[in-house]
């Protein structure tokens, strides 16, 4: 008996001593199966995102220069996305000018009341002249928060091309547009019409658009004048707004009566900026030479027999004051020359700026007189 307790006691142990080593080499396996899964894990996680940095930084090396030409086209000349830094650089130069006051401070349209750019710091504006030549008083609503209107009054006006410059006192210096330096070709190029006739103190409206022609012309009595034609439209609350490209530069005054006059469907115009800046020329050289500081064409609609510049106030220490010029004269003629518009007074003073004596032929009470005005030269 003892033998066979014995011979048991033996199975029993050889049935242990056998299983224990292949239970012990299973956890071993399994234990290096998941040592084995978790360093492949980590490696596929380490090739996984070092593939993504190497291709990020391949892509941003590969397509930079692309990225570079995109941005350098979005801000070309020929595009126009940023719309609210350009109101920013136009805003501050834009005012409202109307006939009544208490208008300019209600925030909306009211009949005469147009836009103005300020053309230089002291206080020269441009602006419609249909929609002050016949108003008693000029106000202007200034780019200022909280600023009261200020009186204008007229230095210049020109019916044919419904353009004036009027100017106001201020005690701050005012901020003047800037004026585009390009000189090549604008069409197709892409424009944005801005204008304040409400009083807003940010701005009245912006509308996109582009340039569809720069070869279209304004003919009165032999005189024309290069307009530009867009396709952004032109209404009686736009008009004389500030045409300006995607640096926020001045290219042009919107015209409205110009557009009437035109007529083409869905084509507008305004007055190109050679022809802005001739007028701003044409009464820098009339205060220089003859002393004149407000003033404005009549023509045959008004006079029947007389076409000409009329003096509404001049300097009384200028030379044309000294040699018998006077408010409500009219100048007919500068040295045999003609003066109808604007280009003909700017033409005939700037080809005579050089001679000490210039002669005018001016209607004084009804009758026909010469000056001779001498210059500062």
Do not use: W
């Not at 928060?145 to 353009?163: Q, T």
């Amino acid at each position: 008996m003892r033998d066979d307790f014995n011979k048991e006691i033996k199975d029993e142990d050889y049935c242990t001593y056998e299983e224990l080593p292949s239970i012990h080499f299973r956890i071993r396996g399994i234990r290096r199966i998941i040592n084995l899964f978790t360093k492949l894990c980590l490696f596929i996680s380490v090739i996984g995102i070092s593939t993504v940095i190497l291709t990020g930084i391949s892509m941003r090396y590969k397509y930079n220069e692309v990225m570079k030409l995109i941005e350098q086209k979005i801000q070309g000349e020929d595009m126009i996305f940023g719309y609210s830094e350009i109101i920013n650089k136009v805003s501050n130069s834009l005012v409202t000018i109307g006939e009544k006051e208490e208008n300019l401070k209600k925030g909306t349209y009211f009949k005469n009341n147009s836009t103005g750019i300020i053309i230089d710091k002291y206080g020269k504006i441009l602006t419609s002249y249909s929609n002050i030549k016949n108003v008693e008083n000029i106000y202007v609503k200034l780019p200022i928060n909280n600023s009261e209107p200020v009186i204008g009054k007229i230095i210049m006006g020109n019916e044919d091309l419904d353009i004036a410059i009027i100017q106001v006192n201020f005690d701050e210096e005012l901020t003047p547009i800037n004026f585009s330096n390009s000189e090549g070709n604008l069409t197709g190029k892409r424009i944005a019409l801005i204008s304040n006739a409400v009083g807003d103190d940010y701005i009245d409206s912006i509308i996109p658009g582009i340039v569809t022609s720069t070869n279209r012309n304004l003919t009165i009595e032999d005189n024309v004048t290069p307009l530009l034609e867009l396709n952004t439209n032109i209404n009686e609350i736009n008009s004389s707004g500030a045409i300006v490209n995607n640096k926020g530069e001045l290219i042009g005054v919107a015209s409205y009566k110009i557009t009437k006059e035109i007529n083409r469907e869905g084509l507008y115009y305004g007055l190109g900026l050679n022809v802005v800046k001739e007028i701003i020329n044409s009464v820098n050289e009339i205060k220089d030479m003859l002393g004149i500081v407000e003033g404005g064409f009549v023509n045959n609609e008004n006079n029947s027999n007389v076409s000409g510049f009329y003096v509404e106030r001049i300097e009384q220490d200028s030379n044309a004051y000294k040699s018998g010029l006077r408010p409500t004269d009219i100048i007919i003629s500068i040295e045999n020359t003609e003066i109808k518009n604007i280009s003909d007074l700017y033409r005939v003073l700037n080809n005579n700026k050089d001679k000490k004596i210039i002669k005018c032929d001016v209607l004084k009470y009804g009758e026909i007189k010469e000056i001779e005005i001498r210059t500062n030269n």
